[in-house]
């Protein structure tokens, strides 16, 4: 972009989910790592569990029909578009609702990146290739339901990116 | 403050230490969580190691005379201003080395908190107390030696700390 250097050029990765920690992760982020004195390009990940994680009825989609598979799929694809619209909204209405400028708004470029498989490794390998200069995440497991019983998957990412870290808790819990 | 609002008003606990990871740390937060539309409360804390880590003289302490507990003393308060006084420089150079305008210091008040004891349960202690807005620290353990064998405080911090917490790691490790 014309008139703005590199070193004034941000790449901030938000992890987002179905959970409202990660919507307030991204809220947090959109009122203090966005400024209108840097352009920054926002990237939204949203990682769609892994096959595995439909365990419950695993066995139904292997035995029954491809109307079932059709339909875990279309449940998956549901689930990214929500957790996008919602996480969109919120960058929608940060003008209202958050202490951003205008002027800041317009410099940043939001972009959507969709992963499949465990969240933790996909939000590494993503890291390690895009280099953004921060990642932001909710505290507690990707998901909710079977995937926050499966450990915290910011305290894994947190020790294994190369860029700063920021987790962010629900605010019921402060 | 006249003329900011409560909404504009934040609070930022920094974790310094003797390693060159949390000075990154500071660095990071100056040139992104400083800005010039908010007023912001930068708390330095450092905590001092408890007694028990100055164990290899130990002995020498308990049985010597009180020059030895002295200089032992001495070291720590050693110790206290060298990292203060790091910290400080950090921020003093922050117009040249860091993206930051005037303007936006202008409408920083440091502040310096020191504490005494494990660096985990103080730095814990401290931002219950306080309630900043923000927590940063480095990845590692906090200090050097010994401390840095005891686990990771950030890890630990993280997961009790009701704010967002920021993970800086050495920026050689990027």
Same mark, same amino acid.
């Given at each position: ?5 590199? +070193? ?25 790592? /966005?400024?209108? +004195?840097?352009? @920054? ?8 569990? $892994? ?18 598979? @059709? !339909?875990? +799929?279309?449940?998956? @694809? ?7 619209? %919602? *996480? &969109? !909204? ?7 609702? /958050?202490?951003?400028?205008? +002027? ?7 972009? %959507?990146?969709?992963?499949?498989? &465990? ?5 590494? @390998?993503?890291?390690?290739? /895009? ?16 995937? *926050? ?11 294994? =990116?190369?860029? $700063?870290?920021?987790? =962010? ?6």
């Amino acid at each position: 972009m014309e008139g703005v250097s590199e +070193e004034n050029k941000h790449k901030i990765v938000v992890a987002v989910d179905e959970s409202e920690e990660s919507m307030h992760a991204l809220s947090w982020c959109l009122s203090n790592l /966005i400024s209108h +004195e840097s352009t @920054t390009t926002l990237v939204l990940l949203y990682v769609k569990p $892994p096959p595995a994680l439909y365990s419950s009825f695993d066995v139904a989609v292997r035995m029954v029909s491809t109307d079932v598979i @059709t !339909a875990v +799929e279309k449940y998956g @694809t549901d689930m990214v578009n929500s957790v996008m619209q %919602r *996480a &969109e !909204a919120i960058y929608g209405n940060v003008n209202t609702e /958050i202490c951003l400028t205008k +002027e800041a708004l317009k410099q940043v470029n939001v972009e %959507r990146v969709i992963g499949s498989g &465990e969240a933790k490794d996909v939000i590494c @390998t993503t890291v390690e290739k /895009i280099r953004p200069d921060t990642l932001v995440m909710g505290s507690h497991g990707y998901g909710f339901l079977k995937r *926050a019983f499966l450990g915290s998957v910011s305290e894994y990412c947190a020790k294994r =990116v190369k860029c $700063p870290v920021v987790i =962010v808790k629900h605010p019921q819990d402060k």
